[in-house]
């Protein structure tokens, strides 16, 4: 047999339930692997402290929100927890696709769904929490929420675990670094051991 052909890098979407922790694992990404294109969103909520424009969002308003899903510029997008809009621009992830770039979408499950109609061959994965106690005490324990707030997400929570089966692959987020570095495997993103 002739020997395989390396793996296409491709598109690998990542999606799960509030607080399981896909904006710790994405930013450990960040940190530790830098040939991982992470897919900057557009978004129309408002930055917080620490947040960069252009490198963990575009920040814009709600009128160019509009203007870019109307011109197609967007491959997906979303209205998230009843408030803001999210979406992902269609142009760049494209292009860094076409670069070789492994490339990764921090989305919600809405967006997700959106993905698997327009590209089915990307990569779908599931993050899911330990247990349900556990996921409970991260969106309380990050305390960026309201009691009633934390209540919506939940509910929402409940739904979203349940299209678990949707994906390809699921991955427990125990711990950030061994979820972190079983997506960089997942994406097939060739990796020597760290330290
Ligand atoms: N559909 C979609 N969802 C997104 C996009 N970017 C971020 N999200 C989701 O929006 C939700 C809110 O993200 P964020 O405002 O950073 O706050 P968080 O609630 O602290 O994670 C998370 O579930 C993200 O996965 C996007 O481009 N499209
Ligand atoms: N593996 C983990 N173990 C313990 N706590 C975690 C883990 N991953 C994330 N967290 C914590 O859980 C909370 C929610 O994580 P976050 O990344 O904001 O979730 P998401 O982006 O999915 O909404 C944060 O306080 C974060 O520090």
């Known amino acids: 047999m002739s020997e395989s052909a390396p793996t296409r890098p491709r598109i690998t979407v990542l999606a799960g339930p509030t607080a399981v922790g896909k904006g710790t694992v994405s930013a450990y990404i960040r940190e530790h692997y830098p040939e991982v294109e992470l897919s900057v969103s557009a978004t129309t909520r408002d930055p917080r402290p620490g947040e960069v424009d252009g ?7 709600p009128e160019r929100f509009a203007q870019m899903v109307s011109a197609g510029d967007m491959l997906e997008s979303a209205v998230v927890h009843g408030r803001n809009s999210y979406g992902t621009p269609r142009s760049t992830v494209l292009k860094a696709a076409d670069e070789g770039k492994y490339v990764l979408l921090e989305i919600d499950l809405q967006g997700a769904r959106q993905v698997k109609e327009s590209m089915p061959d990307a990569h779908f ?4 929490p330990p247990s349900w106690d556990e996921l409970v005490r991260r969106l309380v324990g990050r305390g960026t929420e309201s009691a ?8 929402t ?10 994906f390809d692959v699921t991955i427990v987020n125990d ?11 997942e994406m097939g993103v060739p990796t020597a051991p760290r330290a």
């Open 125 to 128: 994965v599931f993050l899911a």
């Open 157 to 166: 929570a409940r739904i979203e675990l349940a299209a678990e089966s949707e």
């Open 175 to 185: 711990d950030v670094r061994r979820a972190a570095e079983a997506l960089v495997r």
């Open 55 to 61: 490198v963990h969002y575009h920040f814009v308003g």
């Open 148 to 155: 009633e707030e934390q209540q919506r997400r939940l509910e």
